[in-house]
């Protein structure tokens, strides 16, 4: 079964709202990814991080590796319509290529014009 | 450049009929996973291939599901007989070679099993 523990579930917010999302895991994980899902479509990675304290912007999205390696945060400033979708938070637990990918169980995001 | 493709993007079958899932990762990933997505889930791996060798089918349900990737490319994940509770999102991805590769994924094919 899944190990990360992903929340909210789900949140609706107003156009220009910043939002914040988060990941956590009771074991060591030694990188976390953000992705997002729209409907119909894979999950498209929106950041990668790669060290325990690492702070990545993409555009208006912000996430964090937890210094404990074992949480995460997303954030996305002002956000737009186009921002609906699901977010899901992912990490390697292994330190070797293709060590296993474990997912989150999503945060479903609404965003009201 | 083409993503990954797969096909069919829908399928509705009985239950106990067989069902194939085809995949065509991005030309030159050498590494092809197959996950599944529940609904409201995020995707959980059935299967990884490195070139043509499946290196991690540890999730795999074996007494149904099958795959295979014999060229090294292009793959199909079989179930043979399909159940109710396989009802999901059936999730291709690619990536090529180095530690904690990005994975690209296909579309997805939606399995209904009635």
């Known amino acids: 079964g899944q190990q990360l523990n992903q929340s909210p579930q789900s949140m609706f917010i107003q156009e220009g709202e910043d939002v914040s999302m988060n990941c956590t895991s009771s074991s060591i994980f030694n990188t976390w990814l953000w992705y997002k899902q729209d409907p119909g479509e894979g999950p498209v990675l929106l950041i990668a991080l790669y060290k325990a304290g690492e702070l990545t912007s993409n555009g208006r999205l912000t996430a964090q590796f937890g210094t404990t390696r074992k949480d995460s945060f997303l954030n996305i400033s002002a956000s737009i319509p186009s921002d609906v979708g699901i977010y899901f938070c992912?990490?390697?637990?292994?330190?070797?290529?293709?060590?296993?990918?474990?997912f989150g169980e999503g945060t479903q995001l609404t965003v009201n014009p | 450049e083409a993503g990954v493709v797969q096909s069919p993007r829908y399928k509705i079958i009985e239950k106990k009929q067989p069902v194939a899932f085809w995949c065509n990762p991005i030309s030159g990933h050498n590494t092809l996973y197959w996950y599944l997505q529940n609904l409201g889930q995020g995707p959980e791996l059935l299967i990884r291939y490195e070139n043509e060798e499946a290196v991690d089918d540890s999730q795999l349900p074996k007494d149904r599901f099958s795959a295979e990737r014999l060229k090294g490319v292009d793959s199909t994940l079989k179930i043979q007989p399909a159940e109710l509770g396989d009802s999901a999102v059936y999730l291709c991805a690619s990536s090529s070679g180095g530690l904690y590769n990005e994975q690209f994924f296909g579309p997805g094919t939606r399995l209904t099993v009635l």
């Open positions: 992912a990490g390697h637990q292994g330190e070797t290529s293709g060590s296993r990918l474990t």
